[in-house]
T-cell receptor, first 116, second 109 residues
Framework: GAVVSQHPSRVICKSGTSVKIECRSL??????MFWYRQFPKQSLMLMAT?????????EQGVEKDKFLINHASLTLSTLTVTSAHPEDSSFYIC????????????FGPGTRLTVT | GQNIDQPTEMTATEGAIVQINCTYQ??????LFWYQQHAGEAPTFLSY??LDGLEEKGRFSSFLSRSKGYSYLLLKELQMKDSASYLC??????????WGAGTKLIIKP
C-alpha cells in the first residue's frame, strides 16, 4: 500500500522560533498533498492543499504567511510554522493523494508540535 | 453550508456489534470515506463508498444511501483494539474531503 512519512514525529520549540515539518510519499508520486491540524478531541481541520509546482491553497482563517507550504517535488511537501506561539501547539498531519484512480488520501503518522 | 453529523461517543461490549451512523449535507458528492483513528495517531483508511449499498470487508462493513445522505459503519465481533475514533468524510464536488467530528467508540469487556 501507499506509504506517507512525516518528520519529525515530535518537536518542542520555543515561542518565536520556526519549525519545519516534512511530508514524503515513499512509494508513489503525489501531485496533491494536504496539511491538517487537529486539536485534542476535535476532528481534522484542513489547513491547506498543495499541488506540486504551484502555490498552496489555504483554507479560510489560515494565515499563509505564518504557515509556509512548499511542494517542490512529487514526493515532498514541507510545512513551516513561522514565529510559533503556544496556541500553535497541535497535531499536524499531512496526507497525499496519488494521481488518477480513487481519491483516497494516504495519511502520514503526524507531527506533535509543542511550543513553550 | 456543508455539514456532516455523527454521534460524539458510543459504548459497546467486546464481542458485540455496533453501528456508527453518519449523515451528510454537502455541495456535491464523490464518495464517502470511513477512517479509524487511535488516540495520538493519524487516521487509517477503512472504507470507501460511492454507490448505494453495503460494502463488506472482514469484520467491518459500510453502507451508503445517497438519496438519504446517510451512511453507517458496522463493526462486528468487537475487540478491545477497536476502541478508537471513527471519522466519516465526504468528498465534495471539488474533490475536497469534508470531515465529520468523529465518533469515539469505547469497548468494554
Amino acid at each position: 500500500g501507499a506509504v506517507v512519512s512525516q518528520h519529525p514525529s515530535r518537536v518542542i520549540c520555543k515561542s518565536g522560533t520556526s519549525v519545519k515539518i516534512e511530508c514524503r510519499s515513499l512509494d508513489f508520486q503525489a501531485t496533491t498533498m494536504f496539511w491538517y491540524r487537529q486539536f485534542p478531541k476535535q476532528s481534522l481541520m484542513l489547513m491547506a492543499t498543495s499541488n506540486e509546482g504551484s502555490k498552496a491553497t489555504y483554507e479560510q482563517g489560515v494565515e499563509k504567511d505564518k504557515f509556509l507550504i512548499n511542494h517542490a517535488s512529487l514526493t515532498l511537501s514541507t510545512l513551516t510554522v513561522t514565529s510559533a506561539h503556544p496556541e500553535d501547539s497541535s497535531f499536524y498531519i499531512c496526507s497525499a493523494r496519488a494521481p488518477g484512480g480513487m481519491s483516497e488520501q494516504y495519511f502520514g503518522p503526524g507531527t506533535r508540535l509543542t511550543v513553550t | 453550508g456543508q455539514n456532516i453529523d455523527q454521534p460524539t461517543e458510543m459504548t459497546a461490549t467486546e464481542g458485540a456489534i455496533v453501528q456508527i451512523n453518519c449523515t451528510y449535507q454537502t455541495s456535491g458528492f464523490n464518495g464517502l470515506f470511513w477512517y479509524q483513528q487511535h488516540a495520538g495517531e493519524a487516521p487509517t483508511f477503512l472504507s470507501y463508498n460511492v454507490l448505494d449499498g453495503l460494502e463488506e470487508k472482514g469484520r467491518f462493513s459500510s453502507f451508503l444511501s445517497r438519496s438519504k445522505g446517510y451512511s453507517y459503519l458496522l463493526l462486528k465481533e468487537l475487540q478491545m483494539k477497536d476502541s478508537a475514533s471513527y471519522l466519516c468524510a465526504v468528498l465534495d464536488s471539488n474533490y475536497q474531503l469534508i470531515w465529520g467530528a468523529g465518533t469515539k467508540l469505547i469497548i468494554k469487556p
